[in-house]
């Protein structure tokens, strides 16, 4: 079935659905006796594409919400939305809905398809008239659209007849204590309420917190003869569709060039992957995203810490029915690929960390500080200890000796998060350079009060590449941009873009040349402040801009002008702010196009 066709099919369910359910203005469903009869279920639905997923705060509530189901003897299903079939949602009873806002108020690209489905004008206002609902929202103070999209979800539910449990909850990342200010008073109320319309089946309590809950999946331990695992994220075969985040491409890293000067403060590398046979596709302002893995080092003293076998191989078993296997692991897998590449251990540990390894602690003292972390009232020790230095998930485990070495193996999935994909905004056209993505990354680093210095993981292990020492490959995918440019060629633009924010401009003006297009009237970077806008010599001005190489560009696409210092009037114009990676005269060698 087309989309089109599945779309309208969905709709016709919601019809079909609210005409049994809904009938005569204003009338509800009748609810109670059912509640009594059977108990509901729990779905946790949380978006997994958005700032606040791919850091994972909205992920780690919703599983924390599902802790709390199971210890009331619920059935608990947390997905994310974009794996959740949204037809189902007229048949669900119990709904706790977890949501983060992008942006400018928009909602998360995973959580699209579902959002536009929900919207839909002639969707009868009784679909959900059998529905229980709460809404927790995940967000930011500190911009205009605050919490937008929990707020305007928890009205469009509302409005096709769903029963809020509660008003919605806006958590925010600028309160002191972070979201859980608002997070921990409002799940205690929320349980209250699910309690007194869904009662504890006769002879069962509540599960003490201090029980620990069982693990996700039990590991099985293979003999040392038995055969190792093939395939993984690293083997280069052609995938049977476009690569996705399930199935990435193993693009094999062509080149790792550093553009600016060893001397400048900042390591920018415009890197190119070589992509031929993958199938992918994209245009100007698109983005790749890049699986990133952790280094040998890391790896070894994790092992170390642990007292882990790196070879030893295993086998992952669901611990209930419905739940899947880790999708990105192969089955079996050695100790050292799911360190490697699934478990984030360079991450900044959460307060359910430290509330699961307090379960293993054997020592007082060390049990004593993680269950001091792990409450409410030790969230501002937890924030000085872990958020403020940006203390890592392997540094937090050496601080707790005792306790990281009586983890048992089939907890690490639940303890540590997965590494997530990052995204890129890609630096090149296809049509300037077939089978080739070529990105470039900051590779970041930096200072806190710790004496290691901070390394971003995925920045430091594509610089760390070296396609002279052999087959270098790197897992990726490529996902529509939010960025669009006029497809009429006579439309003007302005591109501004500090640092790296240059990148999808190289690839617009790229493709642009590439068809044949008139290059950019003035290709150049902005004067420094208090500098005049004009009378810069060429030479001074070729010091300051990453861009010299892109005048040759203009050139072959017929601009043939002298470049102009400030953003000039042309259909192509681009501005660089001294400021990122860029703003140190004389550093910065011309970027290759």
Not at 64 to 71: D, F
Request: overall charge positive; glycine content about 8%; proline content about 9%.
């Amino acid at each position: 079935m087309t989309s089109e066709g599945r779309r309208r099919q969905l709709v016709t369910d919601a019809e079909a659905a609210g005409s049994a359910r809904y009938s005569g203005s204003g009338a509800r469903c009748a609810r109670g006796h059912r509640r009594f009869a059977a108990r509901a279920s729990v779905w946790v639905g949380f978006p997994a594409g958005c700032d606040c997923c791919q850091t994972g705060t909205a992920q780690d509530t919703a599983e924390r919400i599902g802790r709390e189901a199971k210890r009331r003897h619920f059935q608990c299903r947390v997905e994310a939305l974009d794996s959740y079939d949204v037809a189902n949602l007229i048949n669900e009873l119990l709904v706790v809905f977890v949501c983060s806002t992008t942006g400018q108020g928009d909602p998360p690209d995973n959580m699209k398809m579902f959002w536009r489905f929900l919207f839909r004008k002639n969707l009868p206002p009784g679909s959900l008239c059998q529905l229980d609902y709460a809404v927790l929202g995940l967000g930011d103070s500190s911009y205009p659209k605050f919490n937008f999209v929990a707020k305007k979800l928890h009205k469009r539910v509302l409005q096709l007849g769903g029963n809020p449990l509660l008003p919605v909850a806006l958590g925010d990342d600028q309160h002191d204590l972070g979201p859980d200010a608002v997070v921990d008073p409002w799940l205690l109320a929320l349980w209250d309420k699910i309690l007194a319309l869904y009662p504890l089946p006769p002879g069962l309590d509540i599960i003490s917190p201090d029980v620990r809950l069982p693990p996700k999946y039990t590991l099985h331990y293979l003999a040392e003869d038995s055969p190792h695992p093939d395939g993984g994220l690293l083997q280069p075969t052609a995938p049977r569709a476009v690569p996705s985040e399930l199935h990435p491409f193993a693009a094999r890293v062509v080149s790792n060039q550093r553009v600016t000067a060893e001397s400048h403060f900042q390591d920018v590398r415009l890197i190119e992957f070589d992509v031929t046979g993958s199938g992918i596709t994209f245009s100007a302002g698109d983005v790749v995203m890049i699986q990133p893995q952790n280094c040998p080092e890391d790896v070894q003293q994790f092992c170390q810490l642990l007292r882990l076998d790196p070879d030893r191989r295993f086998v992952l078993k669901p611990a209930e029915p419905g739940t899947s296997l880790p999708a990105l692991l192969p089955q079996p897998c050695t100790i050292r690929h799911l360190v490697t590449h699934y478990l984030d251990i360079s991450c900044v540990p959460r307060r359910s960390f430290f509330e699961l390894l307090s379960y293993f602690s054997t020592n007082e003292l060390e049990r004593e500080k993680l269950q001091e972390f792990s409450s409410a009232q030790g969230q501002e020790e937890l924030y000085s200890y872990c958020n403020r230095p940006r203390r890592t998930t392997l540094e937090a485990l050496w601080d707790f000796p005792h306790t990281t070495c009586a983890i048992p193996p089939e907890y690490l999935l639940d303890l540590i998060p997965r590494i997530r994909p990052r995204a890129f905004s890609i630096a090149s056209s296809m049509l300037a350079h077939p089978d080739r993505i070529q990105i470039l990354v900051a590779v970041v680093r930096y200072k806190t009060r710790l004496s290691k210095p901070r390394r971003g993981l995925c920045s430091t292990w594509l610089a760390s590449l070296n396609p002279e020492q052999g087959d270098v490959r790197v897992p990726l995918w490529v996902k529509k941009g939010g960025m669009k440019f006029p497809a009429d060629p006579d439309t003007p633009v302005i591109m501004i873009g500090p640092g790296t924010g240059v990148a999808p401009f190289r690839a617009a003006i790229q493709e642009r040349v590439a068809q044949g297009r008139r290059g950019g009237e003035g290709l150049c970077s902005a004067p420094h402040p208090g500098e005049p806008k004009a009378g810069v010599g060429a030479a001074e001005q070729q010091e300051r801009s990453c861009l010299p190489g892109w005048e040759r560009q203009a050139d072959a696409g017929g601009g043939g002008r002298s470049p102009a210092v400030g953003v000039a009037a042309g259909r192509w114009s681009v501005a660089l702010r001294s400021r990122g990676a860029f703003n140190s005269p004389g550093t910065v060698p011309a970027l290759p196009v």
